[in-house]
Each structure stands twice: as structure tokens, then as C-alpha cells.
């Protein structure tokens, strides 16, 4: 089966085309647009910024996409008829840009060989979101093909579960459930119990900042560049290298709570009155800072997995969303040695359009109901579900 995918759901504009039969993941076709640049001088994502750049370049990295997958094929004949361009027109009312590059394209372009279209249909940024699926609802109109709506997060349980074979292909494993999955990215720091693939039920959550957004927020407070997470790691490395003394604490926030949730922002709110009381901090002040924020953070996330693996009994662990590109994480993750744990390679653990294929082939294996396209709407805040 080939699954043209795309996602929008932030910053990246992602277009992958998979082929699968559902043991191994081949990448026939993969483009990615970030907008880290365009998003650093507002310090975070700039909503209707990411808006006008999906919009801008979704066309190009589909054509992109089909090219290197060898599915592009131009045609002679207009393929659009004026019905159709109306429809489209009326679809993309809201992107008239992406509507004018989306015509040209489709009218001078064959249907290519591919089974179904997925797209992410939440959680994150309503207006990013809406790009996407308004894109795909006009190539699922164009070409007759299914549309699958894909939740973001589950892209990034089943992204933690490939496992890179060569550089255009994955094999997938997901024997051991249940699972616990830790899913740390900018927006979201949840717990979930996953009882098989598609199977979920959040178990704990942030009742504050996500993770990622501290790492975000803690960065831009020592003027560091934007995204922060790789920005404090680096400085964090450096801390530990040059075996720099931990003269600073900061708090391990709900670390010995009762329940799964999380709480960020007083860890946050702890480095600003650090950097206060400090005044001028030296480079050498940052890295310490930046490496005690980080021991706190990743200590938290282990010691809660911890728990949710012993009161559950599961039988894996599994890591994902782009904190999970954390080294330090990552090594304090792979010292859990009596349990899997199954942590995306560096490549997939931010946003992707592989996963969210790979997700979609899993949501039509399971004979879920696919709504009709014109019934998909964005939902920033769409939640994880159980299987009925
Ligand atoms: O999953 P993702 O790409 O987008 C969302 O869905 O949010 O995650 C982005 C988040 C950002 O907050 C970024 O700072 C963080 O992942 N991140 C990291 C690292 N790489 C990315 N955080 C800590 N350490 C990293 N190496
Ligand atoms: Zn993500």
C-alpha cells in the first residue's frame, strides 16, 4: 500500500509517500520545510507565520516528494475540469495562494499510483493544522483517493517504534504491551498507557508548561537561540564535560506525587529567580544552570515512567516527541535496563510525515471508519483515545 502523507500541525511542513505492508516502512518520497528560521526572531512559533508557509510550500514539496518517489508524471492534457477548479477554489477559500499553486500544479499533473492520503487532523496549531487538511482534502477530491486523519501524537507513539533499516526504510516491532509511552515535545508532556497500537488512555499530563516549552522558555531567558532544547543540551554537554561544579539546585517538581501528571513552569519560574539573584551570569553560570535544569527535568520524566511502568505492569517503554531528541534523556532512558524501551532515531523523533503515514496504515489495519473528507476538521486540542 502507498500512503502519500502530510503534516502541518507546526512549524515543519512535512510530505513523505510510504509504501508499507505493514512490517517495513519504505520511504519512497520524503521532503521537509522547517521554519525555525522565520520563527526566531518572535522566540516561538508565530501562528500565522506557520500558516503562510505551509501555505507557500506544500505544492513545491509535493512535487518534491512524488519526483524522488518516481510518481510524478506529467501530463499533456488539462486534468481540471471548471467544476473541479470551483470546488477546489471553495475548499482553499481561506489559503488563495496555496488555491492559485494547487491548480497549476493538478491541472498539468496525472493521477499518480498511490492508495490513500493521510493528514494530521490535531493536536496543535488550529491555523497550521487547517492548511494541511485543506490541501489534502482538495488532492483527496482531485484524484478519488481515501483521506485518513491522523492524530499527531499517535504519529509520535508509532515513530518511537521504527526502526531505521537503511536510509529510506523502517521495520516496525510492537510485541510487549502494554506500554508505557512518555510523549515530550513543545506542546504536550503526557504519560499514556498504551494497550496495543491505537490503543491509548492518558494516564497523567502537564497541568502547566510542557516540557519542550521549558526547554523553550528556560533558553530564551539566557538569551540563547531558538528552538532551546538542542540550545540547552549543548550547554548542558559542555557542563558535564568540563566537570563544572553544581553550585546551583533548582526544584524536581511532583516528583514524588501520588499521580502521573507534571508540572513544568515552577522549575521555570525557579531559573528566573535564579537568574535574578545572579544578575550578570557568566557562559560558565549558563552551562551549570542549563545542566541542573536538565538533571531536573529528565529526573522527573524517568522516576514518573518509572511508576506508571511498575502500577501498570507494562512490559515496554516508549519515548517520543522532539524533547525525546534529548541526549541526556535519551542516555538516562537507555540505563533502564530491565525494561524495552523503544526511542525514535534522532530523525523521527520531530515532526515528520513518515510517522504520520505509518499511523494511518495502522488506523485503516485496525477497519476504523474513515469520516468523510468534507467532515474532517482541525482540532488543536484533539486527545488521545481507547480502542471501543
Ligand atoms: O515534537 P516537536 O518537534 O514539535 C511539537 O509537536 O511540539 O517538539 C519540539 C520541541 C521543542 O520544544 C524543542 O525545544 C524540543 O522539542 N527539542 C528538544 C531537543 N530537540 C528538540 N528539547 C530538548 N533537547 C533536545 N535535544
Ligand atoms: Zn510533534
Not at 520511504?27 to 521554519?35: K, M, N, P, T
Not at 502494554?178 to 504536550?188: F, K, N, Q, R, Y
Not at 516549552?213 to 557542563?239: H, N, Q, T, W
Request: charged share 25%; hydrophobic share 40%.
Amino acid at each position: 500500500m502507498k500512503i502519500l502523507a502530510i503534516e502541518t500541525s507546526c512549524d515543519e511542513t512535512a510530505v513523505s509517500l510510504i509504501e508499507t505492508d505493514g512490517t517495513n516502512f519504505s520511504v519512497l518520497g520524503d521532503s521537509l520545510f522547517s521554519q525555525v528560521e522565520m520563527h526566531k526572531e518572535y522566540g516561538g512559533v508565530y501562528p500565522n507565520v506557520a500558516k503562510r508557509e505551509h501555505a507557500r510550500n506544500l505544492t513545491p514539496l509535493l512535487l518534491k516528494t512524488l519526483k524522488e518517489a518516481n510518481l510524478f508524471n506529467e501530463s499533456e492534457e488539462n486534468q481540471l475540469s471548471k467544476e473541479l477548479v470551483d470546488e477546489l477554489k471553495e475548499t482553499l477559500s481561506r489559503e488563495p495562494e496555496l488555491f492559485i499553486h494547487l491548480v497549476s500544479f493538478l491541472s498539468k499533473t496525472e493521477k499518480p499510483e498511490i492508495d490513500v492520503i493521510a493528514v494530521t487532523s490535531g493536536p496543535g496549531l488550529e491555523p497550521a493544522l487547517w492548511v494541511g487538511i485543506n490541501f489534502s482534502k482538495a488532492l483527496s477530491r482531485v484524484w478519488e483517493l481515501p483521506l485518513v486523519p491522523v492524530n499527531h501524537m499517535e504519529g509520535h507513539i508509532i515513530s518511537s517504534l521504527l526502526t531505521q533499516q537503511n536510509e529510506k526504510s523502517y521495520d516496525i516491532s510492537y510485541d510487549l504491551f502494554p506500554s508505557i509511552a512518555l510523549l515530550i515535545s513543545g506542546g504536550h508532556t503526557e504519560l499514556v498507557l498504551v494497550g496495543s497500537i491505537g490503543d491509548h488512555v492518558v494516564i497523567g499530563e502537564t497541568r502547566d508548561d510542557a516540557v519542550g516549552e521549558a526547554f523553550d522558555k528556560v533558553a530564551r531567558m539566557m538569551d540563547l537561540g531558538y528552538p532551546g532544547g538542542p540550545e540547552i543540551s549543548k550547554l548542558a554537554e559542555s557542563a558535564r564535560e568540563e566537570n563544572l561544579e553544581q553550585k546551583y539546585q533548582l526544584p524536581r517538581p511532583m516528583i514524588h506525587g501520588e499521580n502521573f501528571d507534571f508540572s513544568f513552569s515552577g522549575l521555570k519560574t525557579a531559573v528566573l529567580y535564579l537568574l535574578k539573584e545572579i544578575g550578570k551570569p557568566t557562559d560558565e553560570d549558563k552551562k551549570i544552570i542549563a545542566r541542573e535544569f536538565e538533571d531536573a527535568a529528565t529526573e522527573v520524566l524517568i522516576s514518573k515512567t518509572r511508576k506508571a511502568v511498575e502500577e501498570h505492569g507494562a512490559q515496554s517503554v516508549i519515548v517520543g516527541g522532539g524533547v525525546s531528541a534529548n541526549k541526556n534523556i535519551r542516555k538516562e532512558f537507555d540505563k533502564l535496563e530491565d525494561i524495552k524501551i523503544y526511542i525514535p532515531d534522532t530523525k523521527l523523533s520531530t515532526d515528520n510525515a513518515i510517522m504520520i503515514a505509518a499511523a494511518a496504515y495502522f488506523k485503516l489495519k485496525s477497519g476504523a471508519a474513515l469520516p468523510d473528507p468534507d467532515e474532517i476538521v482541525a482540532d488543536g486540542n484533539l486527545a488521545l483515545y481507547p480502542l471501543n
